[in-house]
Structure formats: structure tokens, C-alpha cells
């Protein structure tokens, strides 16, 4: 009797999948448990497996088709246990047998036997042919040079420009190793640089490539996001609250002791450790952050679940750190970076995602200066860091320069006053400007 094929539970809200590949081919035999088909959600990639041995029946759903959970994918027909046991020695490795053929000598036509003196020799002799032939010309410049002991007559730092086109280099900052002198001895002229600035630039390879437009179909996971934020400013009353941080001592402890920490821990001392401590800080003191709203009733969350969200080719996905509270800076590292991978990877699990009660958004990693965050639905906040730069800041009545970061915090006004949101971002500001409160945990 044909074993059935369903689409698995696929976690908590998600309802439906998009099949987004078959890895098999109707009428293929299968093994138990071997990826036989991949679902797309609108949170990550499930490969389904196969429920038995057998071969691959009729395909009910094709690729591109959208199913609910629990609706039939296809079918598994019943197959001999020999034809399995076949299908399984062709899939085994077989290492690959030694060379034992005489090895030709292209230049002299004289054949040697391969001994372990010619395996060794042979790479030795490829590489110094290679580099012979791809840096004869780096060599020699070394060697000249070594050689020349007076410097040239012209140099493009010098007289090999006019004064009239180095200023208009200058102005529209045209890098004059692009430009080719036609004056006396190479020298690059006026008329030279007005040539080049008006010389038409070539189009885009991506306009040769695909022409002036291109049309691509959202992923299943982007038009998700794209749903999911839509929602979150219609429904909440959303309002974002400003403020800055000086990171001197942060850098400082950080700069101290990252070699000890990664030596000990086997992990490199972040930034983002700092944030999440300093978060679950305030969380503590102010409870409605780390709240959500359902139906007609608050829902405190005493447990602090941190979401960090992750850029990947597909899109953002945010994986939850779970009881920060409870994790040292060394764990909070080590999952931030594991969790990190799985997702770019395209290894993310659907329990990776849930259960996040606060998020954290890193856009200074791609040198944003200033954001407001968009909420994570049903959170009621989420922090924007972003990157860090030198700013004038008035110490004790004096202008120091210091590295300041400047921060937001995005909270539903529904149940976030503007006093608690104000005073929670105090606390993170405070506990990163003096570091060791992390520690002793005031």
C-alpha cells in the first residue's frame, strides 16, 4: 500500500508552505528518511523526508504550489529490499585506486615510474613553473628598481601634471593614474582631464546583463517580512526615542581583554554581548518593554529572550538568544555566532525564531548612522545600534573627541509610556558607559 507524503507541523502561526523544490524524481527509488522534497515558510526552508523505502510515486503538489499542513504531497510505492540494498551500494564511497601508469615527460618523451621522490617533486617543479610564467614582469620592476638608484625625471606627484589639470583633478576628484598625459614626456594637460569628463561612461554590466529592467519573483520569506512590517506600522502605535552612548570605556575593556577572552573562551569579545546585557538591565527594571499585547490584556514576559536580527541572501531573519538573563558574555557570543552561520547558511530552524520577547538590530555593521527600527510583531520594542564614530562631546566644560554611537528605541505606545522608553534607553546608555554596572548588575 502507497506510504503517504504531508507536509510536516511546521511550528507555531505557520499554516502554510510553498513546495519550493522536488529532490526527487517520480518513479526514483527512495530510502527512509532521505530529503525527498524542500518547503518554503514564510520563516525558513523544511526538507521533508521520505516517510519509508520505495520509490518516488505520483507527485500531487508541483514546485510553486502553496499547501496548507497536513495536505498530501505525494505518495511512496512499495519497492524490493534488493533494489534497495542497491540503491545503497551505488550511493557508497569507493576510494579511488592508485595511479600505478608510467608518467610521461611531455619535453623529453621519456617515461618514469611514479615513486614517492616524483610525488613530492612534481607539485615543487608546477609551482615554480607558474610563477615564472605569471610574474616575470613583477620580478624585473623589483630588480630595476634595486638598481636605479636616482629617481626619474617625472612623477605624477610632481612635474608630470600641470598645475591647471591637478587642480581640476582636484575639484572632481578624477584619480590621475586613470588619466593618460598627451603633453611633452607624458605630461598630463588640462585638455586631458576636460577629455576624460567628457568622455560618456559605459552602461551597467547589470544593463547589458538583463536590460532596464529586471522582474524577479518576491521569495516567499520576503514577501512575509514585507507583510509582517506593513502590519506592525498599522497596528501598533509605533514611536521611536533617540539617544547616544559613549563608547570609550567599552572599547577600552574591549581592546584589554579580547585576546584573553578569545584565548579562554574560543570567541571574540563583541560589542553586541555588551548591548544584550546591558538590555536585560533594563528589561528588569522596566517590565512593559518586555511585554506584548493579546487581545484585551498585557502579557509580561519574565523571561528574557532576545532576538538578533541576521542580513542574509534571502532576507533579514531574526534568531532568538534564549535567557540572556542567565548567560555569561561568553555564551551570549557563542550562540550569537552560531546562530549566526545557521542562518546564512540557510540552516535556521522554525524553533531558531520563536519565543523572542525584544529585539536587537546592528545596521552600524553597514554603516548606518541613524535608523528607526521597525518593530517585531507581537514585541513591544526593539533597539537600533548602529555604528560608531568619532564626535566632539563636552567633557567637565572641554571639547574631548570620542567614539559615540547614537541609539533608538522603537516601542507600541499602546502599552510603552514615553517615560518608561525614555528611562529604559537611560539605563542602556549608562550601563555602556560605565561597563562594570554589567557586572554588578545595578
Known amino acids: 500500500m502507497p506510504e503517504k507524503i504531508t507536509v510536516p507541523t511546521l511550528g507555531e502561526s505557520v499554516t502554510e508552505a510553498t513546495v519550493s523544490k522536488w529532490l526527487k524524481s517520480q518513479g526514483e527509488k527512495v530510502i527512509a528518511d532521505e530529503p525527498i522534497v524542500e518547503l518554503e515558510t514564510d520563516k525558513v526552508n523544511v526538507e521533508v523526508p521520505a516517510p519509508s523505502n520505495g520509490v518516488l510515486g505520483n507527485i500531487k503538489v508541483k514546485e510553486g504550489e ?4 497536513g495536505s498530501l504531497l505525494g505518495t511512496i510505492n512499495e519497492s524490493s529490499s534488493d533494489e534497495i540494498v542497491k540503491t ?9 585506486k592508485k595511479q600505478t601508469k608510467p608518467i610521461e615527460d611531455k619535453k623529453n618523451n621519456v617515461k618514469k615510474k611514479k615513486t614517492t621522490e616524483s610525488l613530492i617533486d612534481e607539485p615543487v617543479l608546477k609551482l615554480k613553473d607558474e610563477k615564472i610564467e605569471d610574474e616575470p614582469l613583477i620580478l624585473e620592476q623589483v630588480h630595476e628598481e634595486k638598481k636605479i638608484s636616482r629617481k ?16 581640476m583633478a582636484s575639484e ?10 598627451t603633453g611633452k614626456n607624458g605630461i598630463i594637460l588640462k585638455e586631458d582631464i576636460m577629455a576624460l569628463m567628457g568622455s560618456k561612461p559605459a552602461p551597467s554590466e547589470r544593463k547589458i546583463k538583463y536590460g532596464p529592467e529586471e522582474r524577479v519573483k518576491m521569495t516567499r520569506l520576503r514577501l512575509t517580512i514585507a507583510k509582517r512590517l ?10 521611536t526615542t533617540f539617544n547616544e552612548v559613549d563608547m570609550s570605556e567599552v572599547m577600552s575593556m574591549r581592546n584589554q581583554y579580547k585576546e584573553e577572552f578569545q584565548n579562554n573562551y574560543g570567541v571574540k569579545l563583541g560589542f553586541m554581548s555588551f548591548f544584550v546585557k546591558a538590555c536585560v538591565i533594563g528589561l528588569k ?3 512593559a518593554v518586555n511585554s506584548e499585547i493579546q487581545a484585551e490584556e498585557i502579557v509580561y514576559k519574565n523571561y528574557y529572550n532576545i532576538s538578533i536580527a541576521v542580513g542574509t541572501d534571502r532576507g533579514l531573519v531574526v534568531p532568538v538568544l534564549r535567557g540572556t538573563d542567565e548567560m555569561s558574555f561568553a555564551d551570549i557570543e557563542k550562540n550569537i555566532a552560531s546562530l549566526s552561520q545557521k542562518a546564512r547558511d540557510g540552516k535556521i530552524t522554525i524553533e531558531d525564531l520563536q519565543g523572542g520577547t525584544f529585539t536587537i538590530t546592528n545596521g552600524g555593521i553597514y554603516g548606518s548612522m541613524l535608523s528607526t527600527p521597525i518593530l517585531n510583531p507581537p514585541q513591544s520594542a526593539v533597539l537600533g545600534m548602529h555604528n560608531i564614530v568619532e564626535r566632539p562631546v563636552v567633557i567637565n566644560g572641554n571639547v574631548e573627541v570620542r ?9 507600541d505606545h499602546r502599552i510603552v509610556d514615553g517615560k518608561e522608553a525614555v528611562s529604559f534607553l537611560k539605563i542602556i546608555k549608562e550601563s555602556l558607559e560605565q561597563p562594570k554596572r554589567l557586572f554588578l548588575n545595578i
Open 88 to 96: 545503497k551500494e551505488v550511493k557508497s564511497y569507493n576510494p579511488p
Open 152 to 167: 626619474p625625471i617625472f612623477t605624477k606627484e610632481e612635474a608630470q601634471v600641470s598645475p591647471a589639470a591637478r587642480k
Open 403 to 411: 567614539p559615540v554611537m547614537y541609539l533608538a528605541l522603537s516601542y
Open 285 to 287: 527594571n522596566f517590565p
Open 230 to 239: 506593513k502590519e506592525a506600522q498599522e497596528n501598533a502605535a509605533m514611536l
Open 172 to 181: 572632481a576628484k578624477i584619480d590621475l593614474e586613470q588619466v593618460k598625459g
Open 66 to 69: 502553496t499547501v496548507n499542513v
